[in-house]
């Protein structure tokens, strides 16, 4: 892999030929870094319904507010 790295290096390339390098560098972190984040939201078990709005019956997240409304409902 190293030999490979110094090929690229050394390699002379036009303008169109680094972006493309560069274009294909950055698509392939991006695509591992969304392969590794969604393994790791998968393996804590996280369900979407469990997160964000809606997450109760009420569609609120289970915790009280300071409002008077719910003020007055205690």
Known sequence: ??????KLLQKEMDRKGFIQH???GFA???GIT???KTLSTM???NKAQDVG???NAYGGN????????SKSRA
């Not at 892999?1 to 110094?6: H, R």
């Not at 289970?62 to 409304?69: E, L, R, V």
């Open 22 to 24: 560069v274009a294909i």
């Open 28 to 30: 392939a972190i991006a």
């Open 1 to 6: 892999m190293k030999n490979d790295i110094e």
């Open 62 to 69: 289970g915790t009280q507010s300071n409002s008077p409304a």
């Open 34 to 36: 969304a392969i590794a």
């Open 43 to 45: 393996s804590n078990g």
């Open 53 to 55: 709005y809606g997450s």
